[in-house]
């Protein structure tokens, strides 16, 4: 294969993931704006959608493998190659807590005086807001960005800990809402676990660079 020609087919591999990662962006905040509006139409919807979401990451993983086992790529070339099988699961994550979400909204299918908890839309654009930044990031090879990213996950931090601080309070107020101040906390709970995802993206922005592989903690 010349140069050429695999440059051509590392580039497709890459615009397959970028349409994955906008695909699983749209499902993190579709998931947070369908459990404000107590939406179970398009809540179901959503989790039929999930294997739409794993079909493509199977066919990505699957050419990537192809591709390494026909060229035996080296150096920078492999380490892309590795980080897209990587970039690809932490995606597929993603898309399963925006699915678990998802199934929240149908979990309070019955739930009486819901209340509002913006910290969970917050949550929801910043993660998503996150994931973008850092999918760009590895495409341009932007390593100064993906290790900035991660910083940003102490705000999302910091929302969940006001969410549940809010819906603990809630509680201690009134016990037959512990079911539901559980319901809503484990919807902010996926979204603080799809920003740490998105630190794992950046992580293997750098790697694909450097070649160094080390953890990006927000402080």
Known sequence: MTRTTLDRELQALQDELVLLGSVVSRALTESADILWRRDLAAAHRLMEADSAIDARQYALESDVLVLIARQQPMATDLRTLAAILEIASDLERIADYAKGIAKITC?????????????????????????????????????????????????????????????????????????????????????????????????????????????????
């Open 107 to 219: 979990l309070m299918e019955n739930e009486t005086d819901v209340p509002d908890v913006p910290q969970i839309p917050a949550m929801a654009d910043l993660a998503q807001d996150m994931l973008r930044r850092a999918l760009e990031a590895f495409l341009r090879h932007d390593v100064e960005t993906a290790r900035a990213i991660p910083l940003e996950d102490d705000q999302v931090d910091a929302l969940f800990n006001e969410a549940n601080q809010m819906l603990t309070e809630m509680t201690i107020r009134n016990p037959a809402k512990m079911e539901l101040a559980n319901f809503l906390t484990w919807a902010a709970h996926n979204l603080e676990r799809s920003a740490d995802r998105v630190t794992n993206i950046c992580e293997r922005a750098v790697f694909t660079v450097t070649g160094d592989m080390q953890e990006l903690d927000s402080d």
